[in-house]
């Protein structure tokens, strides 16, 4: 007689199971079905499916298309070229994305991945035309540790060239133990979670659904017949009547509510089609998923667009990804427009030199071919052409515009002389910057094409001024503050340290006497001497040597924004001289405490100034930081904003900074990087008073602004 066996079987995975069938998936016994072990395709069903969607197919043609999706999964691309197959709707369709519901979708449980004598069974795997292109994993609830030891587990799989054929054709994958986020821990061990398979280590997402429905609506009932089919080919026929089962079944479990937020079929068709980015880095292809705020936002930008809205802010903290999500969008609207029959044309706009740099590297990263405008009358000539010229290799196409080349009152266009057929949409990043009624960027953009679409970009938007970001550049489309963002693991919250007092006493005497020796002297003057900078890089150094021997971890770089232009120069020469390519020494006998300090060593570091070097020889420094080549900068006013590094773990004040500007400079620590849950500021000038008033500031403005909202902030 078979046992009651309340495990993550009955308590998360079949109700899971019998979730997705009420979703429109069928569920299939591996008993009656055979699938090629290689691919894990189920070869039937797939060939079904394909004739189905694809009319005039053969089953040469059939034979054809299987034997390139299986050449393509052998390929060492995170399955780059597979998904180029799925998601491809020119000679034979994967997908019918233009009647998504004509599909077949499956679900199947313990599916087995093997090959070499290496397996695994993900607890559900999810079909479509046959293909795995999503699996759970559950845990049962209280499993201490659970998500992030299964994710540990997988991600170990990932690393094996046996499984690589498995990698490839994944799209997604969830894992749940079936418990509501926990808000007050920095670790992912309660809730429900998804990513995009990876080679190396990738972070889980959180989901927090923000689209209002009814179940009711998007479901179907389910039988008696097909759930005891369910429970009967799991062995659980027991369960059936048991008040646990009957309760785990309920839609608002939290594995059922994330189940129906990335597989309910409108939604895993969107991610399929528009959710997923190859990114190239220098250490190789990574697979990014979309994170559930730029889904929200890319399709509330196109909810806008339907109600003839064609301009408006999206709200998104620093370092949640705004880039990112202006390529996704485009992705998404580009679709949208040519189910319209109209050409769309995508602009990013910056209002820097340095961030035309980060945004073409971060656009071709992703795969769009990027162009550059360099005059007013290359933008005026690119407004008036109707096709993307620009694109030699088929890459869909995004033009980068600085916003210095509207530098004059000269109209961009005369006349209204742009095409009409063209939908161009501008991105406008930064909007936060104090864009003003009268000045030549909004009025030469605003006649460039009065039927574009203007899309702000801001993690801090201006309120209550002149410059007010919502009353020139439209209502906000999609919110999402930086307390949500640090809950939801994408920015860290940050740690202010103050410097020791015997230290401080130190300078201050140094000041004291440069003084009383000096007369009267300036302050720039009198901060750059090198008898006052020496002392004050010494502790610089010492202290961040010690941070990274307390985190373990000397792969995190650091910055010092220094008082003046003159006190940078004095750092970093001075780090030249004592500093900088010194090779510690290294003993026969050296013991694993000497070894951690000796790899801590600070023996490299670079000046980023706005009039030292060449715009080239800034940028070359800027990526040499970015890749761990670099571990300290000294700055003076650049790289305070847009500046994107997630190894800069410690920024160093030196220069007091006002306002909004503060807020934006102490914004450079917070990026998510490695097991860090902090970003961490050293305050030498006392900013707690300026931060203290501007928080309150800007707070008492937002409160204006978003009235009964602010609660969400």
Known sequence: MTTKKFNENSRVKIPAIIHLVKLGYTYLSKKNNRYDSKTNIFKDIFNESIKKINKEIDNEGLIKIYDKISSSLKNDDLGEEFYKILTSENDIKLLD????????FNVVTELKYENDGEEFRPDITVLINGMPLAFIEVKIPNNKDGILVEQERMQSRFKKKEFKNFINITQL?????????????????EGSFYLTPSYNASSLNYFREEEKFNFQ????????????????????????????????????????????SLLQKKRIEFLLRFGIAYVSTKKGIEKHIMRYPQIFAAQQIKNKIDKGINKGVIWHTQGSGKTALTYYSLKYLLNYFR???????????????????QANKEFRSRGLSVHNIESKKEFSDNIKSNAAIHNANGNDEIIVVNIQKFDSDESVIKNNDYNLDIQRIYFIDEVHRGYTDNGTFLASLEESDRNAIKIGLTGTPTLNTDGNTRRLFGDYIHKYFYNRSIIDGYTLRLIREIMETHEKKKLEKILEEIKVKKGSINKAELYSKEIFVEPLLDYIINDFE?????????????????????????????????????????SDTETYHSKILRKSKVTSGALILHDEGTRDERKDIVEEFKDGEIDILFVNRMLLTGFDAPRLKKIYLARKIESKNLLQALTRVNRTYKNFRYGYVVDFVGIQEEFDKTNEAYLKELEEELGDEIENY
């Open 217 to 260: 609506d998007i479901s179907k009932n389910i039988t008696d017949e097909e759930e005891n089919f369910i429970l009967e080919d799991n062995n659980l026929v027991t369960i059936k009547n048991s008040k646990e089962f009957i309760t785990n079944k309920d839609p608002q479990t939290p594995t059922n509510k994330i189940c129906t």
């Open 97 to 104: 994305f233009n009647n998504f519901e004509n599909n077949t």
């Open 546 to 586: 010690r941070f990274r021997i307390l985190n373990e971890d000397n792969s995190v770089g650091a910055m010092v924004v220094c008082d003046s232009g003159e006190q940078a120069t004095t750092m970093n020469k001075i780090f030249v001289d004592k500093y900088k390519n010194i090779t510690p020494k290294i």
């Open 173 to 189: 994958i969830i894992f749940s133990n079936n418990m509501n986020y926990d808000d007050n821990s920095h670790l992912p061990i």
């Open 339 to 357: 189910s319209k029959k109209k050409i769309s044309k995508y602009y990013f706009i910056v209002d820097r030199i340095d961030l035309v740099t």
